[in-house]
C-alpha cells in the first residue's frame, strides 16, 4: 500500500454492539492521536485515535449516534446503546473525526502524527520499555475462552441485521 492508498478505500465500522454503523467512501490524510485531555475523557483512555472523514463521504447506515457538546465548539458522537466513542467533530467544520478503533480494520489505516503532547501521559513516552506479556489468549487463556463463547459484540463487518 503507497503512503496515500489507504485514504482511498472505502471502509465502514461501528460501535461494540452494533446499533450504529458507518460507511466511508474516503478518509482524510490526517490519522492520528490526540493526548488533550478533552479526547482523554471522550475515549476513557489516554488518547483518542482519529481520522477525518468529510461529510459528504460519511454515511450512517445502521443507527444514529448520540452527541454530547463537549464545549461550545465541538461535540462527541457515541452509541446511546453501547456507549463506544464514535467521532469528535468541530460545529461547522468541513469533516467529522471518526474513531479509528471503531472502523472494521482500524490496522489498515496508518497512525500520521500526534497532537495534544501537552497531556501525554508520561508512561508513552517510554512504551518500548514496558514488559510485553504477548496475545490476550497468551495472558489469560481461560478468560478469553469464556469471553469469546459469550460475545455480544458486533463482527468487524457489515451485516444485514443485528443482533442475528
Known sequence: ?????????AR???????????HAA???????VCYCRMCQKAAG???AALVGVRHQHLSWTRGTP?????????????CAACGTSLYYRTL?????????G???????????YQVGLEGKHPGLFHLEAVEEVGTTEQAD???TAAIAASNHQHPDHDTDRWPE
Open 45 to 47: 483512555n489516554l488518547f
Open 92 to 100: 461547522g467544520g468541513p469533516h467529522v473525526s471518526i474513531s479509528i
Open 26 to 32: 474516503e478518509l482524510r490524510d490526517n490519522p492520528h
Open 12 to 22: 465502514s465500522g461501528g460501535c461494540q454492539c452494533g446499533a450504529v454503523r458507518f
Open 141 to 143: 487463556p481461560e478468560g
Open 1 to 9: 500500500m503507497t503512503d496515500e492508498s489507504y485514504r482511498h478505500i
Open 66 to 78: 448520540a452527541e454530547f457538546m463537549s464545549s461550545d465548539q465541538a461535540a462527541r458522537g457515541f
Open 102 to 112: 471503531a472502523f472494521d480494520d482500524p490496522a489498515s489505516i496508518p497512525l500520521l
